[in-house]
């Protein structure tokens, strides 16, 4: 089953698959070793990848509440109709920003270059984690603001997509 | 001793105060605001009374309501914990007047010290010393002159002032005319009075404060400092004891100026007397708070000494039986003020529901708190959700304790400062006890988390909408061999199956 959630204004995919009694986690086509425990209806024991977190969540419609050695993440479920929705309606000029403090990987697209909605421009890392950021639109980039190696603030605009 | 002792307070105090009042054998009678039926002092408590709405001035500022359910329930004694009407001088009085002991300081000691320019002046008279500023409440001229006097930077505060309002801080001449502009306008909106006074800005101050206590023969005794430099919006939100910043030459001079200003007022019972320090420690007397203060608990945790129970013991009559050579300290204590609040937009309150909670425990952990799962966190009152007070026998040990204390802390619902207070605990400059009152300011990368913790939120997300989709088929425990057997025994029908 694969899940969309949003945090603080980016979109992240996430795959459960449940085989042989053992989970199997995918998160942006990254797959991680995860282990859970239900300990009550809001407390989650989670070791991931051997690393032990208790973590806290409270559900309400698709809004979910999540909290982390001291922090409260606010997370909401995108549905896949949602999605193509927004990427219907999204066109004209996309900023396309750094979700959190990280380093910019590798730039997958250069200025010129075409793009089709959902294919991948950039690779940012952030707690030893990759993500890639994906073009919203059709269209071509525009500007690259960074290049690699770059350490970069959370809300810096990497790269800009034009639809025109 | 009191039979009955109603409690004038809700939240965290009204529990502790409660608690200690369970320990002593008395019994307790709550008051509560239409917002607070579901509060936890209204739970423990052995009777509790409704006095009005939600709102302050409908319910805990209701003077006569308060003394009325007094009145109806027979509670020989009010407690009127912090904030509210602790520092009331027509509460102490109304209660006096109507036979019931107030626990706390007489009227009159509350009004001297409640004027802040007449508590620096009695403070002045003991030899206590004082920032350098104006005698008392000045004219917009008198104030300019002074302030040229005494040297920039300058403190423009308000006299009936508190918790930061109507203060201003002026670096420089220019900004003065305007910055007393403001300072007045908030005091006048604040506090109902507009007259200010002028004092010299100490750089890097911190906040020490001394906790005093008195019978009513005037033993009074200090109970060491505690240290509340870490404040944000000038609001304390960590504190300790003993301070890493004073000698004990230095504890022992602040202790002795603390016990002659509160037997200047001939002051009973338990009362706080803050300083200013600078990093010479050379301190000045700020004000003194007549009344239990937020972070007593650390000053508990160091000395033993329970500060609540005394409060009540000695509005009873009775006399302290110790002499200052048998207060002693041990060890290190550290407090953290947990609020309902987001340290990413200012600190802003953050009001809701509690939907999940789970409190640190372990040896040398104390939480003293009023909230449960399901408890309502409303914007009446202050969002203060609990404080977690830690015990160890080096500050070293006490913070590194405090950190994992934080850490077990989970509370969903609301909004809280934990993380911030965890990044502070980790910070080499708190660690090292280099604070002052600035420092929360000077380390704005406290105020949100260096890492996103994305991966492992994902995950729990994902994995409560998987467990909400399988709630249509509960997962069945398998039932018990006990329930088995029980189930068999129901079939045979058999008394010896």
């Given at each position: 089953m694969t899940y969309t959630f949003k945090i603080r204004d980016q979109i992240y995919k996430i795959t459960l698959e449940k085989e042989d009694g053992q989970l199997q986690v995918e998160i942006e086509g990254r797959s991680i070793p995860v282990d859970f425990e239900k300990i009550e209806d809001d407390l989650y024991s989670v070791l991931i990848d051997g690393k032990?977190?208790?973590?806290?969540?409270?559900?309400?419609?698709?809004?979910?509440?999540?909290?982390?050695?001291?922090?409260?993440?606010?997370?909401?479920?995108?549905?896949?109709?949602?999605?193509?929705?927004?990427?219907?309606?999204?066109?004209?000029?996309?900023?396309?920003?750094?979700?959190?403090p990280s380093r910019v990987v590798k730039i997958l697209k250069g200025e010129g270059d075409e793009v089709a909605p959902d294919e991948g421009l950039i690779v940012v890392e952030a707690m030893k984690m990759e993500s890639e950021l994906?073009?919203?639109?059709?269209?071509?980039?525009?500007?690259?603001?960074?290049?690699?190696?770059?350490a970069v603030e959370s809300g810096a605009v990497l790269l800009v997509v034009s639809s025109e | 001793m009191f039979k009955k002792v109603l409690i004038a307070n809700r939240g965290e105090i009204a529990v502790r105060i409660i608690r200690a009042c369970r320990d002593m054998g008395i019994s307790t009678v709550a008051v509560y605001s239409d917002a607070d039926r579901r509060s936890l002092?209204?739970?423990?408590?052995?009777?509790?009374?409704h006095i009005g709405g939600s709102t302050p001035g409908e319910s805990y500022l209701n003077k006569e309501k308060i003394i009325g359910a007094a009145k109806k329930s027979g509670a020989e004694a009010i407690h009127p914990g912090f904030g509210f009407l602790s520092e009331n001088e027509s509460f102490a009085d109304m209660c006096e007047k109507s036979g019931i002991v107030f626990i706390g300081p007489s009227p009159e000691a509350i009004r001297l010290m409640g004027d802040k320019i007449t508590a620096r002046k009695i403070a002045h008279d003991v030899k206590v010393p004082l920032v350098p500023g104006s005698d008392g409440a000045v004219s917009d001229v008198e104030a300019s002159v002074i302030a040229a006097e005494i040297g920039y930077p300058v403190m423009i505060k308000a006299s009936a002032g508190g918790g930061g309002k109507g203060m201003r801080l002026v670096r420089g001449k220019d900004d003065f005319e305007s910055s007393l502009r403001m300072a007045r306008s908030e005091a006048r909106s604040a506090f109902g009075d507009d007259s200010v006074f002028v004092e010299r800005f100490i750089e890097r101050p911190r906040h020490i404060e001394i906790q005093i206590i008195a019978d009513s023969e005037g033993n009074t005794l200090y109970l060491f400092e505690r240290e509340c430099s870490i404040q944000r919006r000038h609001q304390k939100v960590i504190e300790e004891a003993p301070s890493s910043a004073i000698s004990s030459r230095t504890r022992k001079k602040m202790g002795e100026v603390a016990v002659r200003i509160a037997k200047a007022v001939k002051y009973k019972g338990a009362g706080t007397i803050e300083f200013i320090m600078d990093q010479s420690q050379d301190f000045y007397f700020l004000e003194m708070n007549t009344r239990v203060q937020v972070e007593h608990p650390v000053t508990e945790m160091i000395t033993g000494f329970d500060i609540v129970k005394?409060?009540?013991?000695?509005?009873?009559?009775?006399?302290?039986?110790?002499?200052?050579?048998?207060?002693?300290?041990?060890?290190?204590?550290?407090?953290?003020?947990?609020?309902?609040?987001?340290?990413?937009?200012?600190?802003?309150?953050?009001?809701?529901?509690?939907?999940?909670?789970r409190t640190p425990s372990g040896p040398g952990i104390r939480n003293d708190s009023s909230i449960y799962n399901g408890c309502e966190i409303t914007s009446y009152y202050d969002p203060m959700l609990s404080k977690l007070?830690?015990?160890?026998?080096s500050r070293e040990a006490a913070i590194r304790k405090m950190e994992s204390a934080l850490r077990e802390y989970?509370?969903?619902?609301?909004?809280?400062?934990?993380?911030?207070?965890?990044?502070?605990?980790?910070?080499?400059?708190?660690?090292?006890?280099?604070?002052?009152t600035g420092f929360i300011e000077?380390?704005?990368?406290?105020?949100?988390?260096?890492?996103?913790?994305?991966e492992p939120a994902l995950i729990a997300a994902a994995l409560s909408m998987s467990s909400a989709e399988s709630a249509g088929q509960p997962a069945q425990k398998p039932a018990s061999n006990w329930k088995l057997f029980g189930r068999r025994s129901g079939v045979s029908r058999s008394p010896l199956a």
């Open positions: 032990s977190v208790s973590i806290g969540v409270f559900r309400k419609g698709k809004k979910v509440q999540v909290f982390i050695e001291g922090e409260l993440y606010e997370l909401e479920a995108v549905s896949e109709r949602e999605q193509r929705k927004t990427s219907h309606i999204v066109s004209g000029i996309q900023e396309i920003k750094s979700p959190m994906k073009s919203p639109i059709a269209g071509k980039v525009k500007n690259v603001m960074v290049k690699e190696g770059d | 002092h209204v739970a423990l408590a052995d009777e509790a009374y005394w409060m009540i013991r000695i509005a009873a009559g009775e006399k302290l039986p110790f002499k200052q050579k048998n207060i002693v300290m041990k060890g290190h204590a550290l407090e953290c003020r947990v609020y309902a609040e987001n340290p990413e937009t200012n600190f802003l309150p953050s009001p809701g529901v509690i939907e999940y909670l007070i830690v015990w160890a026998d989970i509370v969903l619902g609301v909004k809280t400062n934990i993380g911030f207070l965890i990044r502070v605990m980790n910070n080499d400059e708190f660690r090292k006890g280099k604070i002052d000077r380390h704005p990368e406290l105020l949100k988390p260096p890492v996103l913790q994305i």
